[in-house]
């Protein structure tokens, strides 16, 4: 099975609707994501959007107004799809549990 890690890259590579976009907006999309993975993007206000994208407020409102035709957000910075792009990984407390569970289970107990 492929990494899940790699999914998101794999897909922007091939899919359409980030393909036509220019270069710049596929920066500002990756940016986004970004700012998402931090959980920073849905508390910024559109200001700091612009600054943490670099640009001016005109820019802001123009990604914005693509991003909301094309379906990458919706009216408040939300990236939708998501769960789809992003792998969320499990913890290594649910690792370890998994691992010791199978240990015990091939474990023989001591006379």
Not at 1 to 23: G, H, I
Not at 36 to 53: G, K, M, Q, V, Y
Not at 80 to 109: G, I, Y
Request: aromatic share 10%; proline share 3%; net charge positive.
């Amino acid at each position: 099975m492929a990494n899940p890690w790699f999914r998101m890259y794999s897909e922007f590579a091939n899919d359409p609707k980030v393909q036509m976009l220019d270069e710049v907006m596929q920066r500002r999309y990756v940016m986004l994501m970004c700012l998402r993975c931090s959980n920073d993007l849905e508390t910024l206000h559109e200001t700091e959007i612009a600054w943490a994208l670099r640009i001016d407020a005109a820019a802001v409102a123009e990604t914005k107004a693509i991003f909301l035709a094309k379906g990458f957000i919706d009216d408040r910075w939300k990236l939708l799809n998501w769960d789809k792009r992003q792998f969320v990984s499990d913890t290594s407390t649910a690792r370890v549990a998994r691992h010791r569970e199978a240990k015990k289970a091939t474990t023989k107990p001591k006379h």
